[in-house]
């Protein structure tokens, strides 16, 4: 976070004053602009109120946020950039990173927040020794929104009856899975680094399937490019995925895949989840109700700098009250991945859509930022 030097703003109120002293195109009495850019606060003309004076709360404050590794959560990244510069921030680009380098980034102060936190999941990274006391977790941006899990395609779930990993010890599950010819099944995991990695190692050990899965690593999207290839040519896929997430409107689970079950729930010792939250009912598409996804389901969240949000309570009011419906996330994801709306322009439009859409809501928003530094 980066305020406006006071020398510098001082030097440049001085030179507009000799300006207009000297008649050099200075705003004059028949234009208000001089008064309203030495404030916090800016007229709207465009308002219904006629042109009410709107708290402009982060003039003079510029902001560096984080991004997100997967593209699927850039989308309500964007949202948050362009609603904290309604607020009068100055947003940079965001910087895209993965988890802990987020996390210690963000508790070095050299970035600010990002709107990419997953919880339970990302609990080890707030607890590292050098993160611990300097970030917070903040909002309810989707409240229990994410869940996780295992996927095969349907056609071989049927063809062999497979409802669980557990099945991923039977020669003939392994052989249909092993894409390579190594002889392991091939798992399409996690990136290096995202906390979702830690959990599939977590569970390929206590379900002892190191003799049997291969968790395959790499770029995501393109591995899972690769995967949904392989299924369209009929070859079997077992892969991880969450959402909201363009796979699953790829490969719709119930028709084209199936969410298959763990044995048994094993979470990782310094998980903050139980291992009764695992289970879920209703799950659409899994071989059985309930359904054991092996995975709690995560709230996503902000994630911030603590010192920076004692500095800016209106940035800290925003990120307590935006919430962003689940379909909406996964409307956009399809957008970026099926329909093939993924550059940034792209994003920054659907993000701009979305603010259009939901703009009494957002305004709502906006007030009670605004009023959180009166």
């Known amino acids: 976070m980066k305020k406006f030097p006071l020398a510098l703003l001082t030097l440049v109120l001085a030179l507009a004053t000799l300006l207009a002293a000297c008649g050099g195109g200075a705003p004059t009495a028949e234009s208000?602009?001089?008064?309203?850019?030495?404030?916090?606060?800016?007229?709207?003309?465009?308002n219904e109120n006629g042109g009410e004076t709107v708290s402009m709360p982060g003039e003079g404050v510029t902001l560096s946020p984080g991004r997100a590794t997967w593209d699927t959560g850039w989308f309500q990244a964007a949202i948050f950039s362009k609603l904290l510069g309604e607020l009068g921030y100055e947003v940079e680009a965001p910087t895209t990173v993965d988890n802990p380098a987020f996390y210690l980034s963000t508790a070095a102060g050299d970035l600010d927040f990002w709107a990419n936190g997953w919880f339970p999941l990302h609990s080890t990274f707030v607890e590292d020794e050098d993160v611990q006391g300097k970030v917070e977790r903040i909002g309810a941006l989707v409240p229990f929104g994410a869940l996780q899990g295992y996927l095969i395609d349907k056609a071989t779930a049927d063809e062999l009856s497979i409802t669980s990993l557990e099945d991923f010890k039977r020669p003939e599950v392994v052989a249909a899975f092993d894409s390579d010819g190594?002889?392991?099944a091939n798992l399409v995991g996690c990136n290096p680094g995202w906390g979702c990695e830690l959990a599939i190692e977590n569970h390929l050990d206590a379900y002892e399937l190191r003799d049997t899965v291969e968790h395959v690593q790499g770029e995501y999207s393109l591995l899972m490019a690769d995967a949904i290839s392989r299924y369209e040519n009929g070859e079997p896929v077992l892969f991880y995925t969450w959402t909201p997430n363009w796979t699953v409107a790829r490969m719709v689970p119930g028709e084209d895949v199936v969410w298959i079950e763990v044995p048994f729930s094993i979470l990782p010792e310094d998980s903050a989840a139980t291992e009764e939250s695992t289970i879920a009912e209703g799950i659409q598409g899994c071989t059985n109700d309930p359904c054991n996804m092996g995975f709690a389901p995560n709230d996503i969240q902000i994630v911030a700098n603590i010192d920076f949000l004692e500095q800016e309570p209106a940035a800290r009011k925003l990120f307590e009250v935006v919430e962003i419906p689940l379909e909406d996330i996964a409307a956009q994801n399809v957008l970026l991945a099926i329909d093939g709306e993924n550059s940034e322009d792209d994003i920054q439009r659907h993000a701009d859509q979305w603010i259009t859409d939901n703009r009494a809501t957002v305004d709502g928003w906006l007030d009670e930022a605004r009023a959180a530094v009166q």
């Open 182 to 184: 190594n002889g392991l």
């Open 32 to 46: 208000p602009a001089a008064e309203s850019e030495t404030t916090n606060e800016t007229t709207n003309g465009d």
